[in-house]
């Protein structure tokens, strides 16, 4: 298969994807409130090497630069998220007049530039005074985000047309409400349930408050997802794949469609019914423009007698034996073209866009270039992998890769780098990655 870009169609969106908290910095100056993560990150032994996020790529004062940069890279769509506290310090209430005037002139440089916005609501820097009333355990969370969302569209919708109303929700309601290894670091199945169940209307409700102040502009929401496949062909592995899969790829996109929770498999998920009110079941479905999938990588899955709930178990990519990233994450390009075709399998999808993808390796600088050889080959076999699936009739727009700028890793901290762009962290110099040049080359 030759890989070319215009094999993707003229109309394909090529752009990268960064998110506030992880590169901003800034966290507390400017009237900005306190989130989640500035709070976890002051937690001892949460974080690789007690790293934080309290300056990142100081993106909030280095933005004109890393725009032209971009530019420079022939990039011309930027997915970003906006800091919630950033605008509402305590989450409701009073707004910020210097959040809304950073966003502005982010936005109006990019424009300025030919770079187009694609504005993320919520990637997981849920304000600190929010989560005091409880968070995404508290069902009035629904209407503080819409208020916040609302306030965002308003601002910013007559120049901003594309939206994304949440970041992975599976994700942070797992890792910071039921395993508790991200902000706020709660642990519990009933946690996990409620939070879930708040997301996805929330998610709905985002998406319902954007298109009846802007009709006019796109939106959509980002779900991750991996491709999950049994250890064995044993009967007992067969099943905790299932699980695994309703869990990793099915839980939040199944209700978004109208088709519900998908609890059959899973018993313990049969307690989400506790938090359903009279007409959520409709209030959760909504007709979105498009679904941003996020993957990275392959899941086997074995059974496991004693994993409370599930009775599965990842096998670690580390036992498989398997080539891998800095993260661990089993390099199988394969996995995207198996999620696209799963995804477009569903009856009333709308279009498909991979809003994240990329890999991070152990990247070095020599003679100020970092030469990143590992990561252009996984672009170029993943991109394979999606242009396979599109002349299979998959309706995919477009492909963004996680990350513009090596950044703060959530709970891997600085460690592993995903950037095109390296990020010297004592100076904030930038360094484009051999990658980098790549993909500007690429989709010139």
């Known amino acids: 298969m030759l890989l070319t870009k215009e094999a993707f169609g003229e109309d394909f969106i090529w752009g990268v994807s960064t998110a506030a ?14 989130s989640i993560w500035d709070v976890f990150v002051q937690k001892r032994n949460k974080i690789f090497q007690n790293h934080n996020g309290d300056i990142a790529c100081d993106f909030y004062n280095r933005y004109t630069e890393d725009l032209y940069l971009m530019y420079r890279l022939n990039i011309r769509n930027y997915r970003f998220s906006i800091s919630w506290s950033r605008i509402l310090p305590d989450g409701t209430g009073e707004i910020n007049p210097s959040g809304i005037d950073f966003y502005n ?183 979105m423009d498009f679904i941003g999938i996020q993957n990275y990588t392959r899941e086997i899955i074995r059974h496991a007698t004693f994993v409370p709930y599930l009775q599965a178990k990842i096998v670690s990519a580390k036992d498989r034996k398997v080539t891998t990233t800095a993260m661990n994450w089993e390099v199988y390009p394969e996995a995207m073209y198996q999620m696209l075709k799963k995804f477009s399998a569903y009856q009333n999808i709308p279009p498909l866009t991979i809003t994240e993808n990329g890999a991070a390796f152990p990247d070095r600088v020599e003679n100020n270039m970092v030469d990143d050889p590992k990561r252009i080959q996984y672009l170029q076999d993943t991109l394979e992998q999606v242009l396979r699936a599109k002349q299979e009739g998959v309706n995919v727009k477009g492909y963004f890769v996680w ?6 890793e959530w709970a891997e901290g600085y460690q592993p780098r995903f950037g095109l762009v390296y990020v010297n962290f004592q100076n904030q110099q930038r360094i484009v990655k051999s990658s980098g040049n790549w993909y500007a080359n690429f989709i010139k």
């Not at 929010?130 to 965002?152: M, P, Q, S, T």
Request: with cysteine; aromatic share 12%; proline share 3%.
């Open 403 to 408: 990350t513009f700028l090596d950044n703060f």
């Open 21 to 34: 908290y992880q590169i901003e910095g800034a966290h507390n100056i400017h009237g900005k409130g306190l």
């Open 105 to 287: 002139r982010l936005i109006d440089l990019s424009l300025e530039l030919g770079i187009t916005p694609w504005v993320t609501l919520y990637h997981w820097d849920l304000p600190h005074t929010l989560d005091k009333k409880g968070g995404w355990l508290n069902r009035d969370i629904k209407e503080w985000f819409g208020h916040y969302v609302a306030i965002c569209v308003t601002h910013f919708g007559d120049r901003v047309k594309n939206w994304m109303v949440l970041n992975e929700p599976t994700v942070f309601c797992a890792t910071g409400y039921f395993f508790g290894v991200h902000a706020p670091g709660k642990k519990g199945i009933d946690y996990f349930l409620a939070a879930t169940h708040h997301a996805a209307l929330a998610q709905a409700h985002g998406a319902r408050i954007i298109k009846s102040i802007q009709n006019d502009n796109t939106v959509g929401t980002t779900f991750s997802c991996s491709y999950v496949e049994p250890f064995t062909t044993r009967e007992k592995d067969i099943v905790a794949a299932k699980k695994a899969d309703v869990l990793l790829n099915r839980l939040l996109i199944e209700p978004l469609l109208g088709m519900g929770y998908p609890t059959s498999e899973i018993k313990i998920l049969k307690r989400i019914e506790k938090y359903i009110k009279q007409n959520d079941e409709k209030d959760l479905k909504f007709d």
